[in-house]
């Protein structure tokens, strides 16, 4: 059984100067890091990337250096579960409706995305949509949040809610 981590929208160092202690110690028990755009600086992939592999898409507000670097959209596999991932922005409809037409020739068991600093987890015709929330900018919503999964011959999904260290 594999543990990935699941985050969004960081924004470091404009909304956090560092990512929370609670993130971390899952970092540090995680197979795999799933960042799904808005970091606003590489300085956070180095971070999370010293903890294991690290996976991760451009938001809307990263440089070019980060855009080029990671793209806006991805596909890949873990333990047979397909995984897509994008940030989710972009004209008109909701950040939902926007993800999940990104993946909508393509086969997948997961959609995660982020934009919007809200929690997610619903499932469309058979896909599940994820957004993680964020780690530290909660915006409107009562707590920070960011992502568990576990994959493997059967995987869960579940979100990580915490409030702001004292």
Not at 98 to 120: K, M, N, Q, Y
Not at 159 to 166: R, Y
């Amino acid at each position: 059984m594999k543990k990935i981590v699941i985050l969004s929208d960081t924004h470091i160092p404009v909304r956090a100067k560092r990512l929370p202690r609670i993130l971390l110690e899952a970092c540090e028990e995680a197979d795999l890091i799933l960042h799904a755009g808005d970091w606003q600086t590489l300085d956070v992939y180095f971070e999370l990337s010293a903890y294991t592999e690290t996976i991760g898409v451009a938001g809307n507000v990263d440089p070019w250096e980060l855009v080029d670097r990671f793209g806006k959209k991805k596909i890949f596999t873990v333990d047979g579960l397909k995984i897509g991932i994008t940030h989710g922005d972009g004209a008109g409809k909701t950040t939902e409706l926007r993800a999940l037409e990104t993946f909508a020739d393509d086969d997948v068991d997961i959609i995660i995305f982020g934009h919007s600093h809200i929690p997610v987890m619903k499932e469309i015709n058979g896909v599940t949509l994820f957004n993680p929330g964020s780690p530290t900018d909660k915006r409107r919503q009562p707590q920070y949040s960011f992502g568990m999964l576990e994959a493997g011959e059967i995987w869960s999904l579940r979100h990580v809610f915490f409030d702001k260290e004292t």
